[in-house]
Nanobody
Framework: QVQLVESGGGLVQAGGSLRLSCAAS????????MAWFRQAPGKAREFAAA????????YYADSVKGRFTISRDNAKNTVYLQMNSLQPEDTATYYC???????????????????WGQGTQVTVSS
């Protein structure tokens, strides 16, 4: 059974930085793509970043490109989201996701293609 646990959320001032972590268990971590999604209050869940199973390919939403960096550490079964130059509009619950199928490049944005964590709250004050 796959389990994903996010951590690292909190309150930060605009222009600040935060690093989110997602610890995975239940499967061989290095075989699966990983991703981060976020959901602001009253809004739909949206894609933020993804990384392929190899770690060689990454994808970013236009809204975070150039500010956020996704990475993975297979030795720790952990994926990270480094968030820089945070803005109030980045305020959301951030969810870690793992693709259900192995050897994928991380391009899927379909909810049912992923296992999900419980989320961690990020609040950016102006």
């Amino acid at each position: 059974q796959v389990q994903l646990v996010e951590s690292g959320g909190g309150l930060v001032q605009a222009g600040g930085s935060l690093r989110l972590s997602c610890a995975a268990s239940g499967r061989t971590f290095n075989l699966y793509p990983m991703a981060w999604f976020r959901q602001a209050p009253g809004k739909a869940r949206e894609f933020a970043a993804a990384i392929s199973w190899t770690g060689r390919s990454t994808y970013y939403a236009d809204s975070v490109k150039g500010r956020f960096t996704i990475s993975r550490d297979n030795a720790k079964n952990t994926v990270y989201l480094q968030m820089n130059s945070l803005q109030p509009e980045d305020t959301a619950t951030y969810y870690c996701a793992q693709g259900k199928n192995p050897f994928q490049d991380g391009s899927s944005r379909i909810y049912e293609d992923h296992y999900w964590g419980q989320g961690t709250q990020v609040t950016v004050s102006s």
